[in-house]
């Protein structure tokens, strides 16, 4: 596979490290990143990516930023989950999207448009970070795609080391 190449990569401000870490609470309650922490902002095939001791911990798609699954496995949510049957584990973990007959469970809070990770039935440990697309009432019992695969393990984000 390719080396990962992040350009025009600079260090955040104290404020915008703070601003940040509200965008990632605001997405997953337990979340956050200390003000303190030295946090690289890039550019990677138009994806932003933010890096910090020499991971990739979060990264934005269009305007949201969604944490990486490197900083979910350091600190699992304990909400805004989507949980697959054994399944469909090597489906997700190959990028492809969440359908209905592979959800065993779910937060029943969740809402079409929520930021979600993925987790495996047996292990509960995370596989994805998706979309939501219907609500979650719909997910368990629901047929068709029902959340947006965005970042999974084993991607390019996952394997970055720099």
């Known amino acids: 596979m390719p080396d990962l190449r992040i350009r025009r990569r600079s260090r955040l401000r104290r404020k915008e490290v703070e601003a940040l870490s509200g965008a990632l609470t605001h997405a997953f309650s337990s979340i956050a990143i200390s003000g303190d922490l030295a946090v690289d902002y ?15 911990i979060a990264f934005k798609q269009g305007d949201r930023a969604f944490p990486s699954l490197r900083l979910i496995v350091s600190n699992p949510p304990a909400s805004h989950f989507l949980t697959v049957d054994m399944g469909a584990v090597r489906f997700v973990c190959n990028g492809a999207d969440v359908m209905g007959p592979g959800v065993v469970g779910a937060d029943a809070d969740l809402k079409p448009g929520d930021a979600v990770w993925i987790r495996d039935e047996k292990n509960l ?32 984000l996952w394997s970055y080391e720099g």
């Open 125 to 156: 440990k995370p596989l994805a970070v998706a979309i939501a697309l219907v609500p979650a009432s719909e997910m368990v019992r629901g047929r068709g795609k029902v959340a947006q695969n965005l970042h999974f393990v084993g991607d390019r």
């Open 42 to 56: 890039g550019d990677y095939d138009k994806t932003d990516v933010y890096i910090s001791q020499g991971r990739i």
